[in-house]
């Protein structure tokens, strides 16, 4: 693309010869084509794509003839088509955690490993699964990735670890969340809704390669089934305490019993902590220990760690110790085997750290979700930065929490229930109330200021937040930066916004779950955002909080909305704007009057549509509310460009597109982009619907917009079949369908097949043309959307 235009300012500057300037001027090249010279600086620059008609336009007035005008068309649309086609490369993820530090033993399990995945692979079966199984803390998961490091050169496409948390405090993840996040892994950017189509999806994104994938700590053979790649070329190797004979039986999946220590073993690890010395000086101690500590790896680091730092301490001395201890943490009931009981361990450890640490230790195990950092760790202990971050160094050092990613903390299962234990048994329930409040007003303000960065038009506006964070709150510098903190701290946000709701937070619960809700929007996580509004609904209704109610709802229509739920979404929002009014909301009514002109938009009732952004309007101006009148002004331009009220509809989104541009807010660019390339587009004004609609498709990608990258390439496929560009139309449009479907937006579905449907029937093909056009009004008249019904039953021979 860069060569064609390079090209062009050379013959620029040739045909300016003899004129006594460098090249031709915009002026001059604008009079010659008819073309603005805004839209020639766009094309020429490379900011926006040149259609066909401007450039041949241009090359003749260059001087171009005709045959050398039809082949600079040619290599130039192949040159788009490539552009609108770029290989798409799959990621190779390297996802396996860091290895274990001194990591020993284990060389049967190792070389069983290595046998079973020798001889499975000269078979033709379509997969290995292997099942590592034992008691918890026996070192599976330390096994599964020190073998995957070991054998990563095997599996050329990659290595993914997932943990599904089968036997943490709170729900096992559930294979679809899992396989939401496996499919991220593997380089896709939207998840059905549909398990099904999830499953299918992954599968795909599997097909061809050669992969590892870790499965670890899992519940049972349901949870895992669906997460199996079911073609060749893959190892899955599954962790778990349960013996999987689902998997055995069925799948044919590798059973491989992992132990607890020998009592080699247990000494080749405790002279690798202590030095060999050490170890071998008191063989009897050291064989003691290993029953202490049940042979649990996991364990005996924890009470060598103890004595690491003190060269005088024995083994004896520590076993002493050990043996007086009281214990009170069941390992966790492995077969009623109570030899497993390792509480002993963890208290002797616990009461060795200094009293802050301790404190931090105990607190930490109020946290919800699966890890934290050291901003959560301070405002649940009310500590500044530093000295959180002082503290987890001396957990970090005492083994008692690890450091799975940089600046990200967790607990092991075993301890997050010991630590449990102690905050319940040493802290009154004051205190603890108290820090987890304090974590929440921690989390609510990061939230807003995270979402706050990918869009400054997030309504509703709403009072300002009153929770206080002790620390100084993060500042993120753009919206990747934002982005990044959201997902990585998005599995602990949706189990603390369930917390707050079972723990009567209901403040917390709805004002954390709306500042999510645009967050959600654009990544696509339907299942988080229904789960957490639907919560927050409850506790604001319990409550009797109706301004907490009133917004949970406008959110929670959107969510369903998405889904294609129209009248669910027209109850939800016909119920926010009646608590608006009556607890006197202004601002709050004129949202909901246009998010109700929205609901009756994708029901295709325009006239309602318009009655609703009109009384909007009327209230925002009157309450001089400039966010309100926005919307409603959006609201508007949708509906005058849909009833040919063009001018209208043009003067408000000009105005809109400017505002958008001046605040930065890329989402509202790339929706505002897409709907005046849509008036343009049924004005017949095709060059503008192009250049509008091909700045919506990068503003969108920019923020990751999926719902305006749809409209977008949807519409690109509209002007190209108008155009005459039948292969490009159809192109586009397929794009945004497997966009569409992959999002599972029905809405958009109905709108993608019915444009692919025209396209078809412009060019006579008639049976693509009858099955889209049968899929869209099926799935229509299901949705309840009566404007794409309707398209859809127009007769071919009135298509446009």
């Not at 050990?322 to 208290?347: H, K």
Request: proline share 4%.
């Amino acid at each position: 693309m860069t060569d064609f235009l390079n090209e062009l300012d050379r013959r620029r500057v040739a045909a300016a010869r003899g004129t006594g300037r460098v090249r031709l001027s915009l002026r001059d090249l604008a009079e010659a084509t008819k073309v603005p010279r805004s839209s020639l600086a766009n094309y020429l620059s490379g900011a926006t794509l040149m259609p066909s008609d401007v450039l041949e336009a241009l090359v003749r007035a260059l001087g171009a003839g005709a045959e050398e005008t039809r082949r600079w068309i040619t290599a130039w649309e192949r040159a788009v088509d490539q552009r609108s086609h770029p290989v798409v490369t799959r990621p190779s993820p390297h996802l396996l955690p860091a290895v274990v530090p001194g990591f020993c033993g284990r060389a049967d399990e190792l070389t069983a490993l290595d046998g079973i995945v020798t001889t499975a692979g000269a078979q033709p079966v379509a997969m290995v699964t292997i099942v590592l199984t034992g008691t918890a803390g026996v070192g599976k998961t330390a096994l599964a990735v020190h073998w995957g490091h070991r054998v990563a050169d095997r599996f050329p496409d990659g290595q993914i670890y997932l943990n599904l948390r089968g036997y943490d405090l709170a729900e096992p993840m559930s294979a679809e969340v899992a396989l939401g996040i496996l499919i991220r892994a593997l380089g896709g950017e939207t998840i059905p809704a549909d398990p099904d189509e999830r499953g299918a999806l992954y599968r795909d994104a599997l097909a061809g390669r050669r992969m590892l994938i870790v499965l670890d700590n899992a519940r049972s053979a349901e949870q895992v089934r669906p997460l199996l790649p079911g073609t060749a070329g893959h190892v899955v190797v599954v962790t778990s305490r349960d013996s999987m004979s689902g998997l055995v039986a069925r799948e044919g999946a590798h059973r491989l019993v992992v132990d607890r220590l020998s009592q080699d073993e247990a000494a080749d690890l405790l002279g690798r902590f202590l030095s060999t010395e050490r170890a071998s000086a008191e063989p009897k101690a050291c064989a003691e220990l290993n029953v202490l500590c049940a042979g649990l790896p996991l364990t005996l680091r924890v009470a060598a760690e103890r004595i690491v730092h003190h060269p005088h301490a024995t083994l004896s001395a520590l076993v002493g110790e050990l043996r007086s201890e009281e214990r009170r943490l069941d390992l966790l009931d492995a077969g009623g085997d109570r030899s497993t009981d390792a509480r002993v361990v963890f208290s002797w450890s616990y009461h060795a750290l200094p009293p802050a640490a301790a404190r931090l230790f105990r607190l930490l195990g109020l946290a919800p979700g699966v890890d934290f950092d050291a901003y959560s760790a301070a405002n649940l202990a009310d500590l500044t930065l530093v000295e959180a971050q002082r503290l987890l160094s001396v957990l970090h050092r005492g083994c008692l929490i690890e450091e799975p990613y940089a600046g990200r903390y967790a607990l092991h299962d075993l301890l997050r229930v010991y630590a449990g234990e102690q905050v319940r048994r040493e802290d009154g329930a004051p205190l603890r109330s108290a820090a987890f409040i304090r974590l929440l007003d921690w989390y609510a303000h990061t939230v807003h200021a995270a979402t706050d960065k990918l869009e400054w038009f997030r309504p509703p506006f709403l009072p300002p937040i009153e929770f206080a964070p002790v620390v100084p709150m993060r500042h993120f510098t753009d919206v990747t930066d934002a982005l990044a903190w959201l997902d990585a701290e998005r599995g602990n946000l949706v189990p603390a916004i369930r917390q707050a709701e079972a723990e009567h937070s209901e403040v917390h619960a709805w004002r954390i779950s709306h500042a999510l809700a645009h967050y959600f929007f654009l990544r696509g996580y339907g299942d988080e955002w229904l789960e957490t509004h639907h919560l927050a609904l409850g506790a604001a209704v319990r409550a009797d909080d109706a301004l907490g109610a009133a917004v949970t709802m406008t959110s929670l229509a959107a969510a369903h909305s998405r889904r294609g739920d129209n009248h669910t979404a027209l109850d939800y929002r016909r119920q926010a704007l009646s608590l608006y009014q009556r607890i006197g909301f202004g601002h709050g009514e004129t949202v909901a009057h246009v998010y109700l002109g929205d609901a009756y938009f994708h029901l295709g009732r325009l006239s309602e549509t318009q009655d609703h952004c009109q009384q909007a309007l009327e209230l925002s101006r009157e309450s001089n509310d400039m966010f309100g009148e926005v919307l409603a002004q959006w609201g508007l331009a949708r509906v005058y460009s849909r009833e040919g009220r063009y001018g209208e509809a043009l003067k408000y989104q000009h105005d809109l597109l400017d505002l958008a541009r001046q605040t930065g807010g890329l989402q509202s660019q790339a929706l505002t982009e897409a709907e005046l390339a849509t008036t343009y587009l049924l004005m017949g004004d095709y060059a503008q619907a192009l250049t509008h609609y091909e700045q919506a498709l990068v503003a969108s990608r920019q923020v990751g917009d999926r719902p305006s990258e749809i409209m977008s390439l949807t519409g690109i496929g509209n002007v190209r079949a108008r155009t005459g560009h039948y292969l490009q139309a159809v192109s586009h449009h397929e794009q945004a369908l497997q966009l569409s479907e992959r999002l599972y937006a029905p809405n958009l579905i109905c709108q993608v097949l019915n444009n692919l449907a025209d396209t078809h029937q412009a060019t006579g093909d008639h049976h693509p043309a009858r099955s889209y056009r049968g899929r869209a009004l099926t799935l229509a008249e299901q949705i309840g959307n009566e404007r794409e019904a309707a398209r859809a039953k127009r007769s071919a021979d009135d298509t446009w």
